[in-house]
Structure formats: structure tokens, C-alpha cells
């Protein structure tokens, strides 16, 4: 057994334990530290009163023996994680760490954990764990489990610089995506992908978009990968000029009906009040899928928005079988994420600009600096 001391290119040192040629395990040295820096929210608040504090000297979790420790590289910043700051979801973990977008590297595994090691580039996304044997669970249905935990609300997310997760939920990430590529694939994607896929769309059908942000510009780019025309229904200039670029073939305000009747749509916006306008614009048979976890009101729909066979329905959650799906899906289109990066410190800046629309494509914080 050797042991090796070296520096790696951004200047942390690297040991490395080596035996033979099998590398067992490497550490830097930071992990010698027993503190971690974290984003907390402690009461649910509005974000424009900045209600997540930074703390410098949490205890590194430490992973039970079917879970690992990720070393934090980016968090994606997501709508749901506006939601819980600020109190729309009902409190379920408090005081908690938001973030279900998380890239990192594995540093430390549990004692019955197999597939997953030290060194593994990983993410964890919303769905953290399942009970495995309700009924959901035991029909290919994990989403819904009765007694589920997600990351970043009933458990500790990612807006900080390391994480536990259940390694049975972790997902390796494909080598083509930086890390701060890779976070919005996360929930944006794989939620998108779930949405399309209930979309029930066709190669050569249409599809409207209400609402354009970190979900929707991935789903576009699936969309398209499958030969679907979409049209991109937004209230903002810079996301229908988005839209266009990604290759929308139509792109109008929110309300605005399309040029055509549409097959299937998707609102990933919080805003109930777009549901009638969605209605409207499918034609016979189609679908209205609501691609959030939170929606404001939705007001009294006319029946006959609703007859001839449409549907309504929302996406709850995902399954670990989507989330692979995706995730080899976006290396073979390939998906292009658009993303603003922010510091970890500055998440409730990065909140800020997401409910303020302001982010142009995916937020994502960047942990590991
Ligand atoms: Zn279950
Ligand atoms: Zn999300």
C-alpha cells in the first residue's frame, strides 16, 4: 500500500490511498473538516424578505448504511423550492435545507450500499425515497407513495456544500454535461419528460407550452427530438424569443390562442387562471397536462372546453424509471441546458430572479466555490 500525495489543477490537495491498482478511496482535504456551509430555511416567508440564512458551521450529515455522502458541486433552483420557502406547500421538515437539483461528486458510502463509490459522479433529484411496498410502489407507481421523502422538503436538499442521499435514488450522471449542465436535468427534465410522456403525443402532433422557464426549455428540446411542433405561450419576451431559438414554431402571450388547435399541452406556470386558455386551445381528444406541484386557483370551466374527450390531469413527483429515461434520452438528443449560474450564498438572490422571471432558462447555484 502506497499512499499518495498530490495537488489537483484547482489547487485542493488530494490524497489518495492506493493498493495495488485499485484505488480505494480519495479524499480532500476538506473533507477532513467536520462543518459544512448550507442555505437553512428556518420559518416559510416571502423571498423578497431574503428568508434563507447561511450557516457556516453545520455538521457534515453522515450517510446511514444503504445512503451516501455527495460533496455538493451545483443545486439546480427550482419553482418547488420557491414554494416551500415561502410557505405554499405545508411545512413538513423545519427548520430544512431547500434544493432537489444536486451534482456532486460521492465521498463516502454506507456499509450495504453496491453500485454506487467513493469518486462516482452522482444527482439526487426530488424523489429521495420510497417505502417500497404500498400499493403505489408495488405497481410501478413510486411517485405516488403513501409514505415518500423528497429531497430539499420532508429531507435536507442541496443548497449546500455536501448531502446525504439513499444511494438507491441516486442517479450517475452521463460524462457529456458539466456539473452545472447536469443540475436543471435534475427536476426540470426529468419533471418535463414525466409531463410529456402524460402528454400522450404523437410524432407530428402539437404541443403548447404555457409558461417557459427551466422545465419548458428542456421539454421543448424533447418535444422537438420526437417530431412534435410546439408553440410556446408565455407572458415574457426574452422566454418566447428562447422558445423561438429552440425551435418553437409559433411563440404568443399567455393567453393568446395558437394558430391552430393543439394536441396536447403542458402548463408548467404556477397560475391556475391559464387552465381555461389551455382548454380552449386543444382540439378534440387532447390533453392538458399541469406539470406543477402548486397551483393557484383554477376558476370554473366551461363544460364545453371539456367535452369531446379532453383531459385534465397533473404530474405528481417522478419515478426512478423516468429519471433514467431522461437522463439517456438527453446525452442522444442531446439537450442544451440554458443556464445562470449563482454563488451558494446568494440563493435567495437566485429565488429573487426566478419569481421575478428573471432567469433566462435554469438557475443554479454553485456549491463548490
Ligand atoms: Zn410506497
Ligand atoms: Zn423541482
Redesign the pocket.
Known sequence: MCMCYTANPDGRHLWAMLLGDTLLHSLTSDTLSTSMTACVLHHPAAIETNPLQIHDDLPIPEPGPGGVLIRVAACGVCRTDLHVVEGELPTKKMPVIPGHQIVGIVEKTGSAVFGVDPGDRVGVAWLNH?????K??KTGK?NL????DFTGYTVDGGYATYAAAPAAFVYHLPAGFTDLQAAPLLCAGIIGYRALKLASLQSGGSLGIYGFGSAAHVALQVARFWGIEVYACTRDEKHRKLALELGAVWAGGTTEQPPKRLDAAIIFAPAGEIVPAALRALDKGGTLVLGGIHMSHIPPLDYDWLYHERVVRSVANNTREDGREFLDLAVRIPVETHTEAFPLRDANRALNALKNDAIRGAGVLMCDS
Open positions: 420510497t417505502c417500497g411496498v404500498c403505489y410502489c413510486e407513495c403513501e409514505a415518500a
